[in-house]
């Protein structure tokens, strides 16, 4: 059953979340650099989040769009649907990364709906999508909530487009679902070398200086997910009862690219609004810890069959042939040398992929 659904906050977590603020205690600047998220950009975004920023007028926004929440494999999943004037317009599913929410793709929308019929889901423990309560909510057991969300929409064909994490989930939705799922677009495929000195040799420059900034950013800015894949309940505790110390952990991940509005609407919706501090780590935690399986060659999007398999650093390496051969040219993609951007910078390549 499809329940509509509104954002509507109550009065009292907005509050609850100014009070919180108001009560924060910054912390001096460390001596040196490139040792985490500066403590003036920290306080600027605070005393923004608690003077200046408009929670409702956000609100309205998301509301524009029509909202429903069905309940598939114990958890209500929450999505935007919006249908396209045209009606032999391709439905496509837009899956949301981390630490970023549905919000990611508000801009997209205007733009996307004239070809696609669009479904914008928030993954479990995002957003106002329901709280995982048990272990294995990785990235196939939401793809396989995905498929049931389009066969239950009434999709028998649909596109596949991801970001981040995101990415993960559609393409193991056009695994799961091949007979439906027409084509995957994602923003990152997360591609690693092995350590044989053989495949090495076979890097051209371009390669070599992908897998470089890779290794800085693994070396220099790879902690969060360190602590997330091990200890997710531990930084829990650390960040339930400091909406800053949420707005801190996430903007590690954000750039410069990106408002002041987006961050903290993406924040908003763990940091006192929603009261799910650590549940949003889940899916992150799945991809890193324990998923070694070898998967069969399936097809995604232009003919290209990929495969993935345990990979160096304890990750997985996607290994795609037919059009893509250079698999290894993909080494790099998944580093944002100025952080996390939302995926609405990239709507061109959805459009000329799946309408193919």
Request: glycine share 10%.
């Amino acid at each position: 059953m499809m329940r509509p659904y509104r954002v509507k906050i109550a009065q009292e977590a907005l509050d609850d979340l100014a009070a919180r603020l108001a009560a924060t205690r910054f912390t001096r600047p460390l001596p040196g650099h490139g040792l985490g998220v500066p403590a003036d950009r920290v306080r600027h975004l605070v005393e923004y989040w608690r003077d200046g920023y408009d929670w409702r007028a956000w609100e309205r926004r998301i509301n524009v769009h029509p909202q429903f929440l069905t309940e598939i494999d114990g958890l209500d999943v929450h999505f935007l649907h919006i249908r396209s004037a045209r009606p032999d317009a391709l439905p496509l599913i837009l899956t949301h990364g981390w630490p970023m929410s549905v919000v990611e793709f508000l801009p997209l929308i205007e733009r996307l709906s004239d070809a696609f019929h669009l479904v914008i889901p928030s993954v479990p423990g995002f957003g106002f999508s329901g709280v995982p309560r048990e272990p294995g909510w990785n990235r196939r057991r939401v793809a396989v909530a995905w498929a049931e969300l389009m066969r239950r929409l009434g999709y028998e064909r649909y596109g596949a487009h991801g970001n981040d994490v995101g990415s993960m989930i559609s393409i193991e939705l056009g695994r799961l679902d091949p007979h439906h799922v027409v084509g995957v677009h994602v923003t990152q495929i997360f591609s690693l070398p092995s350590a044989d000195p053989a495949e090495h040799a076979l890097l051209g420059p371009s390669d070599r200086a992908k897998l470089a900034a890779l290794e800085r950013f693994v070396a220099g800015r790879s902690a969060y997910l360190a602590l997330q894949s091990t200890q997710p309940q531990t930084l829990a505790h650390a960040l339930a009862d400091s909406p800053a110390g949420q707005l801190a952990w996430n903007l590690q991940l954000f750039g410069d690219a990106v408002s002041d509005d987006y961050i903290l609407t993406d924040v908003g919706q763990v940091a006192g609004i929603r009261s799910r501090f650590g549940h949003a780590f889940g899916v992150r935690q799945g991809e890193v810890a324990g998923q070694t399986a070898v998967r069969p060659s399936v097809r995604h999007g232009r003919g290209t069959a990929c495969r993935d398999e345990a990979g160096a650093f304890g990750a997985r390496r996607a290994y795609c042939l037919g059009v893509n051969r250079r698999s290894n040219a993909k080494a790099g993609e998944s580093v944002r040398r100025s952080g996390e951007q939302p995926a609405e910078q990239k709507p061109s390549g959805i459009t000329q992929l799946l309408q193919q």
